[in-house]
């Protein structure tokens, strides 16, 4: 099962890799990176109800995670922040600081 997870979250990283839209597909992962700067990578990611998002900040500035509903979670450099989704649904989430140029969705199903 979960070789089947990464294969699916790897097909995505390449779908978004030769697409280069703005709106990126959802990619199926739970893993998303503050890469270097200001960007959340991926952009749009799709899981399952009850599983761990977890955001891993790869830049060289603080940013933050805030979900409606779920709080604003501040993430230094290096650190981490994980959030359980339990229902369904579409998350639109900012950094707080860089709101203008951070965002990010998690599809819920
Ligand atoms: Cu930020």
Redesign the pocket.
């Known amino acids: 099962m979960t070789r089947l997870l990464v294969l699916i979250a790897l097909l995505g990283v390449l779908a978004v890799g030769c697409g280069g839209a703005k709106h990126s597909e959802p990619v199926a992962t739970t893993e998303v990176t ?1 890469v270097k700067s ?1 960007r959340f990578d991926p952009e749009t990611i799709e899981i399952q109800a009850g599983q761990t998002v977890t955001w891993t900040n790869d830049d060289n ?1 603080t ?2 995670v805030e979900i409606e509903g779920q709080g604003d979670h501040k993430v230094d450099r290096g650190d981490s922040v994980s959030i359980t989704f339990d229902k369904p649904g579409t998350y639109d989430y900012v ?1 707080t ?2 709101s203008h140029d ?1 965002s990010g969705t998690v599809i819920v199903t």
């Open positions: 503050m200001y500035f940013h933050t950094c600081l860089h951070m």
